[in-house]
């Protein structure tokens, strides 16, 4: 049973920076890999993706908004995967989940992945 456990949200200035941890309770898929990733959800807005990246490749995708602040990493010895946010801005406050799929390729859509977290709140005020 797959179960993804977010930590690291919080309260933060502007200009600040969090890490956020994810631990996937198990790789769905060692052979083919995960595709893992961090998405956001303001207030009234649609769930965002932020940062994605392969368990298996090099692979990574970040959104516009945070190219050059955000760093989405993984220790696959770990099951775990981090979101390190530098440069904080207001507009990054916002509900952060992480979503795992088995899948080669990956894609940046919600809907392309099949487990959740539920979420670490930031806020950056």
């Known amino acids: 049973h797959v179960q993804l456990v977010e930590s690291g949200g919080g309260s933060v200035q502007p200009g600040m920076s969090l890490r956020l941890a994810c631990v996937e309770s198990?790789?769905?898929?060692?052979?083919?890999?995960?595709?893992m990733a961090w998405f956001r959800q303001r207030p009234g807005s649609q769930r965002e993706s932020i940062a994605v990246?392969?368990?298996?490749?090099?692979?990574?995708y970040y959104a516009d908004s945070v190219k050059g602040r955000f760093t989405i990493s993984l220790d696959t010895a770990r099951n775990t995967l981090y979101l390190q946010m530098n440069s904080l801005k207001p507009e990054d406050t916002g509900m952060y989940y992480c979503?795992?799929?088995?899948?080669?390729?990956?894609?940046?859509?919600?809907?392309?992945?099949?487990?959740w977290g539920q979420g670490t709140q930031v806020t950056v005020s």
């Open positions: 990246a392969h368990t298996r490749s090099t692979y990574t």
């Open positions: 979503a795992a799929v088995s899948r080669s390729r990956c894609s940046p859509l919600p809907e392309g992945f099949q487990y």
């Open positions: 198990v790789s769905i898929d060692e052979k083919r890999g995960d595709c």
